[in-house]
Nanobody
């Protein structure tokens, strides 16, 4: 198991940048941060949850939702058990609660978006026009 805590959300203006962070803690003996593929999702009011970005357990593969490609970048810091989401060129349509997610996997590939088992509580990102 792993506990996830997001930070870095806030209110910004269109065109601004923001960096979200997710701290993963080890809750059980026997697992390490590199056992987990990590991802970011978001959910706007009245809309379904949307995949934003994912990164494989060793960081060799990344993937992005179509609406954020070229603007957002996911990375992970193994020393500190953190995953980051750099968001550039923010637009009002990026307004949502952003969630960090994790999936324990033996695969070195990206995890299918439906497979994430562990979720943080979310951080609000609001982009004003």
């Amino acid at each position: 198991q792993v506990q996830l805590v997001e930070s870095g959300g806030g209110l910004v203006q269109a065109g601004d940048s923001l960096r979200l962070s997710c701290q993963a803690s080890r809750r059980t003996v026997g697992s390490t941060f590199s056992d987990y593929a990590m991802g970011w999702f978001r959910q706007a009011p009245g809309k379904d949850r949307e995949f934003v970005a994912g990164i494989s357990r060793y960081g060799g593969s990344t993937g992005y939702g179509d609406s954020v490609k070229g603007r957002f970048a996911i990375s992970r810091d193994y020393n500190n058990r953190m995953v980051h989401l750099e968001m550039n060129g923010l637009q009002p349509e990026d307004t949502a609660v952003y969630y960090c997610a994790a999936e324990r996997t033996q695969s070195t590939a990206l995890v299918p978006t439906a497979n994430y088992d562990y979720w943080g509580q979310g951080t609000q990102v609001t982009v004003s026009s």
